[in-house]
């Protein structure tokens, strides 16, 4: 890693971030992302994510390991990948007493964008992400999604090759969350940006990101394209949920014919099945033999969701709230972000 890896790509090389001497919050992570590729990167609350993005985003500085972004080392030139990135972060960092104008050409300054080249720049995102008309008015006017797409805009006015984001279109409608993606993809398509993003939404993930890393305490447990990890799963997947909880329920329908595993979770029997449609009438009537009263049964194609629970034991909540380390690094990041751009 290093002076070799590519333009547009982004590296990382057992990354690691430990606070206050004890916490370590990632732990040896590794992976590469190909210039141009929408990568997804999702975990648990305080699995890892934030903390990761900010150490390739030249926010927060590694405990050990080491990352280039753009083929720069983030470590060594931290300003320079500073100014090759762009970054739409979660929290709204619009100002909401300046137009959605003023909002851009602020960005293009700190940005340094050349000044023959700002009027041309902003008028053209603002006509993209269709805030125009809104353009001489105060950012705090704007609904939820043109602030996201004024944010877009800021994050890319200086045209860089790789573009974080981190829960972009989280607190969105489906609506607004579909348009916001649109831009992000035209803009992608358009301009061979590399596209690194953290999202609450997995059928986003799903859809819009060529592969996937899943985090959790500090370290990728999984990492692939949707449709392999899918595979991994090794079928579908079938939730029994008996009346009063069961404990040998798991290895009682471990013995159903067509059945690959069998785990307990939650008071509830989550089965891995080559063809759940055909084998949900097989597992009702081995539990009628047995004598388990159900409460329902419900069948899963392979998804992400499933993806996710299998990896990490754990289901994805889109409502799960910040950690603290989350906040603090946030916090930290939108300030070093700005500090050195000016």
């Not at 057992?14 to 919050?25: F, H, P, S």
């Not at 348009?179 to 398509?189: A, I, P, S, T």
């Not at 993003?197 to 799903?206: G, I, K, N």
Request: aromatic share 4%; with cysteine.
């Amino acid at each position: 890693m290093g002076a070799k890896d590519p333009a547009g790509s982004i590296v990382a090389g057992e990354l690691t971030k430990t606070y206050n001497g004890t916490v370590r919050a990632v732990r040896g992570v590794s992976f590469a992302v190909r210039p141009g590729e929408v990568y997804g990167f999702l975990g648990p609350n305080g699995a890892g994510k934030t903390t990761t993005v900010s150490m390739l985003s030249a926010g927060l500085r590694p405990t050990s390991g080491r990352a280039t972004v753009d083929g720069v080392d983030v470590g060594a030139e931290p300003d320079t990948v500073k100014r090759r990135i762009g970054v739409v972060f979660q929290e709204s960092t619009a100002d909401g007493d300046l137009t959605g104008r003023e909002n851009l050409e602020l960005a293009a300054a700190l940005y340094s964008v050349p000044r023959n080249e700002v009027r041309s720049r902003v008028d053209g995102l603002l006509e993209r992400m269709q805030i125009g008309d809104a353009a001489d008015r105060l950012a705090k006017t704007y609904s939820g999604g043109m602030r996201r797409r004024l944010e877009l805009a800021a994050g890319i006015v200086h045209s860089p090759r790789v573009l974080f984001l981190d829960e972009p279109t989280l607190g969105l409608d489906p609506q607004g969350r579909a348009g916001f993606w649109k831009y992000v993809l035209e803009l992608r398509q358009e301009h061979q940006m590399t596209v690194f993003v953290t999202t609450h939404y997995l059928e986003e993930a799903d859809g819009m990101c060529e592969r996937v890393a899943i985090i959790d305490h500090g370290t990728i447990v999984a990492a692939g394209t949707p449709g392999e990890l899918k595979d991994r799963l090794g079928g579908d997947i079938v939730t029994v949920r008996p009346s009063v909880p069961n404990p040998s329920l798991a290895e009682l329908l471990a013995q159903v014919p067509g059945v690959v595993a069998a785990v307990a979770q939650d008071g509830s029997c989550r089965l891995k099945c080559t063809n759940g449609e055909a084998l949900v009438p097989e597992i009702v009537a081995a539990c009628v033999r047995a004598g388990v009263g159900l409460q329902g049964v419900s069948l899963k194609r392979p998804s992400l969701d499933e993806v996710f629970l299998e990896f990490t034991g754990r289901e994805f909540r889109e409502d799960e709230g910040l950690s603290a380390t989350d906040r603090a690094v946030m916090v930290g990041r939108v300030r070093q972000q700005l500090g050195g751009r000016r």
